[in-house]
């Protein structure tokens, strides 16, 4: 027997990080307020969330200029889309396993 | 049997973030209603006020520069009015449907929207000026509604896809209106006002009816 929720990834429990990647997913690169404004967060949270999901190497940060403000995009990587597909597979396969 | 709600509530979570950041979902059914009324005003006006001019024209056995030119100085004023009434009245039955959701009107998905409904729509109005700086009016129709209808094929990725077809229509619309130049003002009281109501009616129905009546179910599929 394997472990119905050994495809799971850890990373992507939380709801925030959820919501980052599925975003991230259908959009090429997006601004840090346009990601703030969808998800309904504080600065101070989505910062700390979008630093762990860089720090596992999931989505990559540009920072930019528009005039003198800066102007910091993001986007997926392919270890990031990767393994968030992964995770997509884990939670329809848990959806079948126990229909 | 946890974990499996739990899993489907993450999935549904998922696509409403990939729904909501990748399509523009607050565009109203409304909208279309109101822009398509006011086309249908503006082309019955410009029905009578042709028709006159040819009575005139009739009567008088023949042509008079300054009338001519009078008709089209008021063809023209009428055009800008149509439009400007057709997109202040959509803009507000959308700013209402966003508001009522509590969604921005401007966000990272109507910009997108707006980016590439006007590419090709505003390739059309300065087509269309090109066309008239000629004094040839004889496509403005048929290219009006062309170009009309490539802007919503384009849009439609990035809102409700039911404006792909209606897209379509207007094409099609356009494509035929060539071949019968003579009923313009037809074909284009069709594309612009017709299809609009068609359409908004449709939408209204699919889309801002059941969320109105059916608030909190969670029926976001």
């Known amino acids: 027997m394997n472990n119905p929720i050994g495809n799971l990834n850890k990373i992507f429990d939380s709801r925030i990080r959820l919501g980052v990647m599925s975003i991230l997913l259908v959009n090429d690169q997006i601004d840090f307020n346009s990601l703030k404004q969808l998800l309904q967060l504080t600065d101070g949270n989505l910062a700390s969330h979008i630093t762990n999901l860089e720090e596992n190497g999931f989505i990559k940060v540009h920072k930019g200029f528009v005039g003198r403000k800066t102007n910091t995009t993001y986007s997926i990587t392919k270890a990031g889309e990767k393994a968030f597909k992964e995770h997509l597979d884990g939670l329809e396969n848990m959806i079948k396993g126990i229909k | 049997m946890d974990s499996q709600n739990a899993s489907l509530e993450t999935l549904q979570d998922i696509r409403r973030m990939m729904d909501r950041s990748s399509r523009f979902i607050s565009l109203s059914g409304l909208s279309g209603v109101s822009a398509g009324m006011f086309a249908l005003v503006g082309a019955y006006l410009a029905h009578q006020w042709i028709g006159g001019y040819y009575q005139r024209y009739n009567n ?162």
């Open chain 2, 60 to 221: 008088r056995d023949g042509f008079a520069n300054n009338d001519f030119h009078e008709l089209k100085w008021k063809l023209a004023i009428l055009a800008a009015v149509v439009l400007a009434g057709a997109i202040l009245s959509a803009f507000y039955f959308t700013w209402r449907k966003a508001s009522l959701h509590q969604l921005s009107m401007w966000d990272h998905s109507s910009k997108k929207l707006l980016i590439n409904l006007l590419i090709p729509l505003l390739t059309g109005g300065l087509f269309v000026l090109g066309l008239l700086y000629h004094d040839e009016w004889l496509f403005v129709a048929p290219a009006c509604l062309v170009f009309y209808g490539l802007s919503l094929v384009n849009a439609s990725k990035y809102t409700l896809t039911d404006i792909r077809y209606m897209g379509l229509f207007e094409i099609l619309l356009g494509l035929i209106n060539m071949f019968y130049v003579g009923y313009s003002l037809y074909f284009w009281a069709i594309g612009f006002g017709l299809l609009h109501i068609i359409y908004g009616l449709i939408m209204w129905w699919k889309y801002d009816r059941e969320a109105k009546s059916g608030n909190g179910m969670g029926g976001s599929a």
